[in-house]
């Protein structure tokens, strides 16, 4: 058996992971450390995992309990696991920077993504701890935020999906049975019991009991605030690669700088409510 070693890729997050092979399952040894690399790094990247979809959704059960999100076409055979297929992605969603299904109940813990189809160059995804967000605000912004309360809405992430031909689901109908919620501005992991940010620009709406006008400065300049490349690391996909990320501690952007196809299988993991 090999031995699981980390590549950190930057000081506050990301890190690639060698010595694992996902066609056979993890031992109790290998799982546990892999759990615990996620939870340090936000988010593992591994390499040359030449694996089917069945052996993708055995690695997901062996992390956690599978989450199906509601507004993202499915794979024919396999309806836990999500195909993200794309060829011109400009305002598709996914080039901003975001939370995965941040507008549930109880969003998902993570996502695990492998690249199917990649276009020639390009395609990269990019990844924000947002600990460190957090802790590069000022003392002062910081205790503004730590009290606050957003809403998060699925109405802008449909929008986008039913104009890019993705979805042709009836928008109303998908709010109904997904009313906006309340998620704390700072979330408290529920494991390492550190802070974060936890507003995002697909989902994230408004900051509870702010005005209109108090809204536009301090929201939109929380989003903005987690592009710093500080905060970040950027991964390069080769076929086979997979990301294994932390939703409730890291953000990602998808950057759509290709015309060409690429294609990606995601699962995701069932998470808990915010706090």
């Known amino acids: 058996m090999s031995e699981l070693t980390l590549r950190p890729l930057t000081p506050v997050v990301g890190a ?10 993890l031992d ?6 892999l759990q615990s690399a996620l939870l340090t790094y936000g988010v593992l990247f591994l390499r040359g995992q030449d694996i089917t979809p069945a052996q993708q959704l055995a690695f997901a059960r062996q992390m956690g309990e599978i989450s199906i999100p509601p507004i993202q076409p499915h794979h024919d055979a396999y309806p836990e696991m999500l195909v993200l297929d794309q060829v011109s992605p400009v305002g598709e969603g996914a080039d901003e920077w ?18 199917v189809q990649l276009p020639s160059c390009g395609g990269d995804t990019c990844f924000a701890s947002m600990y460190a967000a957090y802790e590069a605000l000022s003392e002062p912004i910081r205790q503004l935020v730590d009290g606050l309360s957003a809403i998060h809405d699925i109405t802008k992430p449909m929008q ?28 408290t992991h529920p494991v390492t019991g ?3 940010l936890y507003v995002n620009g697909n989902s994230t709406s408004e900051i509870v009991g702010l005005s209109a006008r108090e809204n536009e400065l301090l929201l939109r300049f929380l989003i903005d605030h987690v592009r710093d490349p ?3 690391c ?5 076929l086979g690669s997979i990301a294994f990320w932390d939703n409730r501690a890291v953000q990602h952007y998808a950057v759509a700088d290709y015309r060409e196809r690429r294609v990606m299988h995601r699962v995701t993991l069932k998470g808990d409510r915010p706090y």
């Open 16 to 25: 690639e992971v060698s010595g694992l092979d996902l066609r056979c399952p």
């Open 230 to 232: 500080a905060f970040q």
């Open 98 to 115: 975001h939370s995965d299904n941040s507008f549930m109940q109880e969003p998902p813990l993570g996502s695990i993504l492998k690249a």
């Open 160 to 187: 986008r999906a039913i104009a890019a031909g993705l979805l042709s689901a009836d928008l109303a109908e998908v709010q109904k049975k997904n009313p906006p919620v309340v998620h704390p501005v700072v979330r």
């Open 234 to 238: 950027r991964f390069t996909w080769d």
């Open 194 to 196: 550190k802070k974060g």
């Open 28 to 33: 109790e040894r290998e799982a546990d450390q």
